[in-house]
């Protein structure tokens, strides 16, 4: 079975301080990994993927994300944070041994962002 | 969002209605899916198609039903029979609808509000 995991409903920070959201996931093979963004009723943006290679990964409007294998994580980083960061940001894991395209999504992270 | 329009944004349904939701895409892509999004549920997988005429269930199909006539339509109908249909509905596309090898990525649409009224 795949699974993935956001621990915390949501997260708050300070403009300009570092942000990270978490994400574990828990799979049976190598995992796929992607992070996407969610502002108020809209749809998901996609921001980063993990396949393969660095374990570092660098996306969209300055987020980047760290695949950590020894602990099953894909945490989101950003060095300093905006207002307009805040919203819903979603975590998604496929596992690279199922031969189907299904994606399993985790229950999502709100990123509230204080001036 | 660019690439894939769903209308109408919202939709209001009475009890015992079927409703019908449009998806259409811009992008080439072959394969399409539909989630539904509850609060503090994430996206849960309703349909999805890899290519024309064809399309498979995903985690949650009772109560809906979807046509693939066009490689850039991909409607979802929401039955009398889905008892909970009041939800988020995001329709979203990927290039590739083989399955196999690393996954392309999703685009998503900005999504269908519908209510039951």
């Known amino acids: 079975a795949q699974s993935v995991a956001q621990p915390e409903d949501q997260v708050n920070v300070a403009e300009g301080n570092p942000l990270t959201v978490k994400c574990t996931y828990s799979v049976s093979g190598n995992p796929y990994l992607f992070w996407y963004v969610q502002y108020p009723n809209r749809g998901l943006q996609f921001l980063l993927k993990?396949?393969?290679?660095?374990?570092l990964v660098k996306g969209s409007y300055g987020f980047e994300a760290e695949f950590n294998k020894s602990q099953t994580s894909f945490h989101l980083k950003k060095p300093s944070a905006l207002v307009s960061d805040s919203a819903l940001y979603f975590c998604?894991?496929?596992?690279?041994?199922?031969?189907?395209?299904?994606?399993?999504f985790g229950t999502g992270t709100r990123l509230q962002v204080f001036p | 969002d660019g690439g894939i329009t769903q209308s109408p944004k919202y939709l209001f349904r009475k009890e015992g209605q079927n409703v019908t939701l449009s998806c259409e895409q811009n992008?080439?892509?072959?394969?399409m899916y539909w989630y539904r999004q509850d609060p503090g549920q994430g996206l849960r997988l309703i349909y999805y198609s890899q290519i024309v005429n064809d399309f498979q269930k995903g985690d949650i199909a009772e109560g809906y039903s979807v046509s693939r006539e066009k490689k850039e339509s991909f409607p979802l109908t929401v039955t009398s029979a889905q008892k909970n249909p009041t939800a988020f509905y995001l329709c979203a596309s990927s290039i590739r609808g083989l399955a196999g090898g690393p996954p392309d990525t999703q685009y998503f649409g900005p999504g269908t509000r519908l209510t039951v009224l």
């Open positions: 993990y396949i393969t290679g660095d374990n």
């Open positions: 998604a894991v496929r596992d690279a041994s199922y031969n189907t395209d299904k994606l399993i």
């Open positions: 992008l080439n892509h072959d394969a």
